[in-house]
């Protein structure tokens, strides 16, 4: 590995001090950074390096297990730190960070910061010469809030920065079920001759969360769940689980193969929105054995009129030879029931039951990405009794990746991704044209939603969505996998 420094902008946020923060100490409790590995710590806060590892400290350990804590990994942890305090939109607060600069060693910056901040920041990277020797430059979702946005957020960032040199995140793509998905699909044989059309029923993609805004309101109601979520993590997924083999697992290649995807998905317009997408709102209800408000009594609430969804579902189609026919049902929404987020692939019966008196069950594969990450195949089998000669039953034939392995937790997205970015790797991360033909789709579908006038449904808090997601799938005969 190349001698690295780190400069994280936005040090002091949420996300830095529970997710950024966390990976970074793991993966030098395992010996995987850079040798005289620095990280700068960029923020507003008017403090000293101490005041801010000490206050940072604290809140890591209440976001990494007690067990995988030790004062010795921390303290060296620690020695990687300068804090730095700089306002980003001014590239004078920036000089003492261009005098910690070398120009000898690989600059990797991090931009954990609004995407509003991603333009200026650039700007006032290059004014204050922090540009020079190798720069990489890694950015966080959401890459705009539209098309135009996303096209105006690339090029000011594509100014200074290669295409080669730039690293946008989708976390879903560092977690090891994911990658784990790009093995099953193109190392065995048996799964890969049947990912078609032919043998394939439908494919089911479900992201549920049991949070709600979590005091993020003001931000929030400008995007919605189908800008936050559908636009990037769930539009990742189904590109994974469609995307032709690609030539090699070079970023190049992989992305190619991406592309080809989002470009053949069947665009939702005006004359279909109606009958492919459901939009809904969470109300009060029950979560987690609690209480909880309505989306428009959250705290800090501005518009009590609200129409912004939380939940979203969508019957899509990829107008290709291997998937044509083949349906992909997609939901994503807060306060649902459970924290999970899983890929369902749905094969066709058997065309002729020889087995009389019982049901023509079809196999499916779960890939599980959250929670217990692993792979369960469902197989139909003999019931084991004397009573019913044929009885069958579904068995799950279940890989528990942390079961399987000899590692006593499975790595963090962030942890890949963070070692990616160091090693120059970037097949794990999101190219422009992928973001921009994800936005194209997007648009079309969200301005459908607009003209149509498709009103968010309010559901339960706690519940699967609203009853109208349900009517979804089952006006097709099937039903979503609980």
């Known amino acids: 590995m190349q001698p690295t420094d780190l400069i994280i902008f936005g040090a002091s946020g949420d996300l830095s001090a529970r997710k950024l923060f966390p990976a970074l100490y793991h993966l030098s409790g395992c010996e995987l950074l850079p040798e005289s590995f620095r990280i700068a710590a960029v ?34 942890f620690a020695s990687y730190f300068t804090y730095i305090k700089a306002d980003f939109s001014d590239a004078k607060n920036l000089n003492a960070l261009s005098k910690w600069l070398d120009d000898t060693r690989v600059s990797l910056f991090y931009l954990a910061t609004p995407p509003s901040l991603f333009a200026p920041i650039c700007d006032n990277l290059s004014s204050a010469d922090c540009l020079t020797g190798d720069c990489r430059i890694v950015l966080e979702k959401p890459i705009g809030e539209d098309l135009a946005s996303s096209e105006k957020v690339n090029e000011t960032v594509g100014r200074y920065f290669p295409e080669g040199s730039i690293y946008r995140i989708d976390h879903y793509l560092g977690k090891e079920t994911v990658q784990n998905l790009l093995v099953l699909r193109f190392a065995n044989r048996f799964i890969n001759a049947q990912w078609d059309q032919s043998c394939i029923d439908h494919v089911q993609i479900t992201v549920a969360e049991t949070v709600g805004i979590e005091g993020r309101w003001s931000y929030y109601d400008k995007v919605g769940q189908l800008r936050d979520m559908v636009q990037n993590h769930l539009m990742q997924l189904l590109c994974l689980v469609a995307m032709e083999p690609p030539n090699s697992m070079s970023a190049e290649s992989i992305r190619d193969e991406k592309v080809k995807i989002v470009k053949a998905l069947r665009p939702i317009d005006v004359d279909t929105v109606a009958d492919h997408v459901v939009r809904g709102q969470y109300g009060q209800g029950w979560s987690q054995g609690l209480s909880v408000p309505s989306y428009t009594e959250e705290e800090g609430c ?91 039953v579904t068995h799950d034939l279940n890989l528990d990746f942390l079961g399987s392995s000899e590692m006593n937790r499975i790595p963090d997205a962030y942890e890949r991704l963070f070692l990616d970015a160091i090693n120059g790797d970037q097949s794990l991360f999101v190219g422009r044209s992928e973001i921009e033909e994800s936005w194209r789709w997007c648009d079309t579908l969200i301005r459908a939603c607009q003209l149509q006038n498709i009103q968010a449904k309010q559901y339960h808090a706690g519940s699967w969505g609203p009853a109208k997601a349900e009517l979804l799938i089952e006006k097709d005969g099937r039903s979503w996998h609980e």
Do not use: C
């Open 43 to 76: 923020a507003r806060d008017d403090v000293q390096t101490d005041a801010f590892l000490s206050r940072l400290k604290e809140r890591m350990q209440s976001a990494i297990n007690h067990t995988h804590w030790s004062e010795e990994r921390w303290t060296k």
């Open 302 to 392: 501005t518009n009590p009129e609200s129409d912004t969804e939380t939940f979203v579902a969508i019957k899509a189609h990829i107008d290709n030879w291997r998937w044509a026919g083949v349906p992909f049902y997609l939901r994503t929404g807060k306060r649902l029931p459970e924290k999970m987020t899983e890929i369902v692939i749905t094969y066709k019966k058997l065309p002729h039951n020889i087995f009389s008196g019982g049901d023509n069950i079809p196999n499916s594969l779960v890939i599980r990405l959250q929670p217990n990450e692993g792979i369960e195949m469902k197989m139909v089998a003999k019931k084991q009794t004397l009573k019913d000669k044929l009885g069958l």
